[in-house]
């Protein structure tokens, strides 16, 4: 199993730079895999949810859908926003929420964005479609 980490990075006045890490972090041992009982939401699936279409099409999506917000223009303020979501069985998003923010509005404005998202496709385990939680930083930056 082959896990990668996409880091997406916002550019105001430039173009959305995309970095993604093909070697990553390894996957956890089979013995180390979480599985929330409660919730049914499994952390490390056999099989990753991903967004439709592949990282081009997320990378797309980003671009045509971020709002820079315009008082964090204005005080040049920049920071990255790592956001954990869960993807549905059925594709949907839900659960987002803030791990670790930057600005309050870059924070909101993070959330608008994972909670926009068109349906993912879903992660599996044992061949079987599972809750997937997901986790993505994303690097607001501005530039000249």
Known sequence: MKRSFLIISILIGSKLVAQVDPQGPPPPPVEMRVVHERSSIIDFPDVEASFKGGSK?????????????????????????????????????????????????????????????PKWKPGKANGKKVRTRCRLPINFILTD
Do not use: T
Not at 93 to 106: E, M, R, T
């Open 57 to 117: 099409a997320f990378q797309n999506y980003m671009v045509k859908n971020i709002r820079y917000p315009q008082l964090c223009i204005d005080q040049r303020i920049q920071g990255r926003v790592f956001i954990s979501f869960v993807v549905e069985k059925n594709g949907a998003i839900s659960n987002v929420i803030v791990d670790k923010g930057a600005h309050p509005l870059l924070n909101e404005e993070a959330i608008r964005l994972v909670k926009g998202m």
